[in-house]
Nanobody, 123 residues
Framework: QVQLVESGGGFVQTGGSLRLACAAS????????TAWFRQAPGKEREFIAA???????TNYADSVKGRFTISRDSAKNTYLQMTSLKPEDTSMYYC?????????????????WGQGTQVTVSS
């Protein structure tokens, strides 16, 4: 059973930075893609960024390009470095993973999900 646990969320002022982490355990497959999504109250879950384990290919939503950076380490953890944060970035952030090397931007494409970590950006 794959388990994902997010951490690193918090309260930050506009223009600030946060680094989210997604710790993975129990992942039996060697090829996978991990993504970050976010969901604000009353809104649909939104794709933010994704990275493949092999090759480290990445994809970003236009809304975060140049501000957010996704990365992974050898321990199969995934990170989301967020800079120049805006109030509209306020949301619950989730990591998700799937046994596939194809980067997809829809939430239905991902099999395993974490519980989320809240990010709040004040104006």
């Amino acid at each position: 059973q794959v388990q994902l646990v997010e951490s690193g969320g918090g309260f930050v002022q506009t223009g600030g930075s946060l680094r989210l982490a997604c710790a993975a355990s129990g992942r039996p497959f060697s090829e996978y893609t991990t993504a970050w999504f976010r969901q604000a109250p009353g809104k649909e879950r939104e794709f933010i960024a994704a990275i493949t384990w092999t090759g480290g290919r990445t994809n970003y939503a236009d809304s975060v390009k140049g501000r957010f950076t996704i990365s992974r380490d050898s321990a199969k953890n995934t990170y989301l470095q967020m800079t120049s944060l805006k109030p509209e970035d306020t949301s619950m952030y989730y990591c998700a993973t799937v046994n596939s090397m194809m980067i997809r931007t829809t939430s239905s494409a991902y099999t395993y999900w974490g519980q989320g970590t809240q990010v709040t950006v004040s104006s």
